[in-house]
């Protein structure tokens, strides 16, 4: 056997021992595919509770509510003869919006004379909020139009012709890569991956620290070649790394039972991409750990470097909106470069161009360790940062 | 009297060793201050731009007339949006899309304005991508709104359509107005959302981890407060609650800065009295504190609980119900939103600093940490461990 692979096989012996590094590279990863796959439930917001305030109380505002009631995003819940009573509602969580019909708007709208329609969504919780406020404006607007509708179709008005008055402009929305604005779509598999990377950094610099008071019997295995020492112990890693990848792709894409999330993409872009980030983060935390070989104090950097990566890998909040340093401070995190490949095959056909660049990057964390192999050697001799606590 | 004498000299003792062993840890120190203080101010810095503004868009005008003209205007002078480049047909846009230069296409056919002319509706095209669901609803927000505005505009050129009874009767109609508010929130800043869960869970996420590493590296190396005593019940819970006295020390004094402080300067909901903030963050202290000696107990050596901690806080943010709402969590999601501290903390945060609440509406919250503080309490305790 040669000097590599003995390096391999003590590791390997090393995992069998342990079943917390089992459970970090194998357990973690799929729960995490589990969770992110299955919390959202179907994905689609759908009926949040809202209330309304009818204080019209007349055909018109019926058929308002009716028109409300409808859509599947949100559900009628409670009614409430007061404003403040529907607010105190709203504080506790019994409903996330709720609509005023003022008593004169039957009459106003009748008349033509302006009125206005209120309608109030929690923004506190911000991601239902939206989906309260761009659902009841899209009804409202609707319901608005109704009776001027029905008025026309009295007059032997076609429904065309009068929409044709109502809604000269009128837009045809399409939101690419994912038609239905689906939650799940849109955040099961980013965020899958940023716990990934957090996992896969943590535990890289977890099993070099644990070598310890073994780390000179490590090195002699490797013959004293920090090379083959830190290639042959990080192989079986890797390997169990992106074997959970797979498996979390196939739990993600793959299981009928789950309701499989949409794929727009190739699933073998995925997995491609999915291979650079794992061997990006184990190369990101190697050398973080290179530099200061001291596994406490580096897994309290790791961690925090790793969740970051929730805000820098751009999902949530828009990257381009925050300050440029943290544009460049964004393309430290291999999460990063990993997403926007991700996001610029599924969302936009991605150009090549854009994703060789990133590719190339994540592949270029590779050779960081290099940089820093010779001090991890010779700390590992001296021992020395092992004696900070 | 003797024995409470002897309960308070433990609890002394159990306190301050505790407390040495922190402050001679650099790692811990890292963890605490680091966590705090760098982690508070970062976040605050990257969701300092608050709003999502200037969402990038190409156009394609084929129409190329007054009208089209006016359209663009109106998105461009939104603050939502911004016209960023013009693409001579729709594969030029697409690739300026995919260059990530632009989120959005707005396509205007070249019959926009003869349909009009025609008496017929209009259509044109949004294509945007859905990557960042923030972009996407700024931009059909700005398009749409600027789309009511012509709307309104063209409408009075329109009334030759329609028969001339109807023409009589809607002229000068005024059509209803529908006008959304949102509550809690009113300028819908972003980190007005985000930040106060997020100094929740940095809170959360820092102290199960200096914790947790504390105790299972005390069971690695058996450092104990009393040595060669044997402690009974009694005592591993006066032991138990005296370390986690010394993390709530350390924790509530720097909570002052994180949530106290922070939040003012940086301009986010600070809406909750000083006594509200202390009411509540006490049991979440507690809660916390208890979980992390629980927790790390499961464990031999001092940095493998940090493995199986950080990986977790992201997705604790989802079944807190902030950004997902609750009610709607499949059930199994929904209990465990029950027994982690973090999730009832998040809620109780949110509704007293942001929305204004009274400790009586999160007496639901509150309730839920203080039965966390009895179960993890007796959890730390049983767990087998060297207390002598």
């Known amino acids: 056997m040669s000097v590599f692979w003995r390096v391999v096989w003590r590791e390997v012996g090393i995992i069998s021992h342990r079943p917390l590094l089992w459970i970090a590279t194998i357990g973690v990863p799929l729960f995490s595919a589990l969770f992110m796959t299955t919390i959202f439930g179907n994905g689609a917001i759908q009926e949040i509770p809202i209330g309304v305030v009818d204080d019209s109380f007349t055909a018109i505002s019926r058929d308002i509510v009716r028109t409300i009631d409808s859509s599947p995003t949100i559900n009628i819940t409670h009614r409430y003869t007061s404003s403040s009573e529907a607010l105190a509602a709203v504080r506790n969580r019994e409903i996330y919006g709720y609509v005023v019909l003022p008593h004169d708007l039957t009459r106003n709208m009748v008349c033509g004379t302006r009125s206005t329609i209120p309608y109030y969504y929690h923004y506190a919780f911000m991601s239902i909020g939206a989906q309260v406020e761009s659902t009841l404006r899209t009804l409202l607007t609707m319901a608005s139009l109704d009776p001027i509708i029905v008025t026309a179709n009295e007059m032997g008005v076609s429904e065309r012709q009068i929409m044709a008055f109502l809604e000269p402009l009128n837009s045809d929305i399409h939101p690419l890569g994912n038609a239905s604005l689906n939650y799940r779509t849109y955040l099961a598999e980013p965020f899958f991956f940023i716990m990934f990377q957090i996992i896969i950094l943590i535990t890289t610099v977890y099993v070099l620290g644990s070598e310890k008071s073994h780390s000179k019997e490590w090195l002699a295995t490797a013959n004293s070649n920090i090379f083959t020492a830190l290639a042959g112990k990080l192989l079986p890693y890797a390997f169990a790394f992106i074997a959970s990848g797979i498996a979390a792709l196939y739990v993600m894409y793959g299981i009928k039972g789950l309701a499989p999330l949409e794929l727009y993409g190739s699933l073998w872009g995925l997995v491609a991409a999915m291979l650079g980030l794992v061997v990006a983060s184990i190369s990101l935390a190697l050398f973080t750990y290179s530099l200061f070989p001291n596994m406490t104090i580096v897994l309290s950097a790791v961690s925090m470097i790793g969740s970051l990566g929730a805000t820098l890998s751009g999902i949530t909040f828009p990257i381009a909106s925050m300050h440029p340093i943290f544009h460049y401070v964004a393309l430290i995190l291999p999460i990063r470069h990993f997403t926007l490949i991700v996001q610029n095959q599924l969302y936009t056909e991605g150009s090549y161009g854009v994703v060789w660049l990133h590719a190339a990057i994540l592949g270029a964390y590779c050779l960081l360790p290099l940089l820093t192999a010779s001090h991890l050697h010779k700390s590992i001799i001296s021992g020395n940062y092992e004696k900070i606590e | ?388």
């Open chain 2, 1 to 388: 009297m003797k024995k409470s004498n002897n309960a308070l000299r433990l609890f002394s003792i159990a306190f301050y060793k505790e407390l040495w062993d922190v402050a001679t840890s650099l790692s811990s120190m890292i963890l605490i201050v680091g966590g705090m203080v760098a982690y508070g101010l970062l976040y605050n810095l990257l969701y300092q731009p608050n709003i999502v503004r200037e969402d990038p868009i190409v156009v394609v005008d084929n129409s190329h007339t007054h009208l089209s003209r006016h359209l663009i205007s109106l998105v461009d002078a939104s603050p939502n949006a911004e016209i960023v480049a013009v693409a001579a047909d729709i594969s030029e846009a697409r690739s300026v899309l995919s260059r990530g230069e632009a989120e959005a296409i707005l396509y205007l056919p070249h019959d926009m304005d003869k349909r009009i002319g025609r008496g017929e509706q209009s259509l044109f095209v949004i294509l945007s991508t859905t990557a960042t669901f923030l972009y996407y609803e700024a931009t059909v927000g700005a398009i749409e709104d600027a789309m009511l505005a012509l709307d309104e505009d063209i409408r009075g050129d329109m009334l030759w359509i329609l028969p001339a009874p109807l023409a009589v009767a809607l002229d000068g109609h005024a059509t209803t107005e529908v006008v959304g508010n949102a509550l809690f929130n009113p300028t819908k800043g972003y980190a007005d959302y985000l930040v106060p869960a997020v100094f929740m869970v940095i809170i959360f996420q820092t102290m199960v981890m200096v914790v947790s590493m504390n105790s299972a590296g005390r069971k690695a190396k058996r450092i104990t407060p009393m040595r060669g005593r044997t402690i009974g019940f009694g005592g591993r819970v006066v032991i138990t609650l005296a370390r986690s006295a010394t993390y709530c020390t350390i924790y509530g004094a720097l909570s002052l800065f994180l949530i106290g402080w922070l939040p003012r300067i940086f301009h986010l909901p600070h809406l909750a009295s000083v006594w509200e903030l202390v009411a509540m963050m006490f049991p979440f202290l507690l809660a916390t504190s208890l979980f992390g000696q629980a927790f790390g107990r499961l464990f031999n050596d001092r940095e493998a609980p940090l493995v199986l901690i950080t990986f977790f806080s992201v997705g604790l943010i989802f079944i807190s119900g902030i950004s997902y709402p609750l009610q709607l969590l499949p059930m199994g999601w929904q209990a465990v939103h029950y027994l982690f501290p973090i999730a009832p903390a998040i809620l109780a945060f949110v509704e007293l600093g942001s929305m204004g609440s009274s400790l009586a509406d999160i007496t639901p919250q509150l309730s839920v940490m203080w039965l966390q503080v009895e179960g993890y309490l007796i959890l730390a305790t049983l767990i087998p461990h060297d207390f002598r």
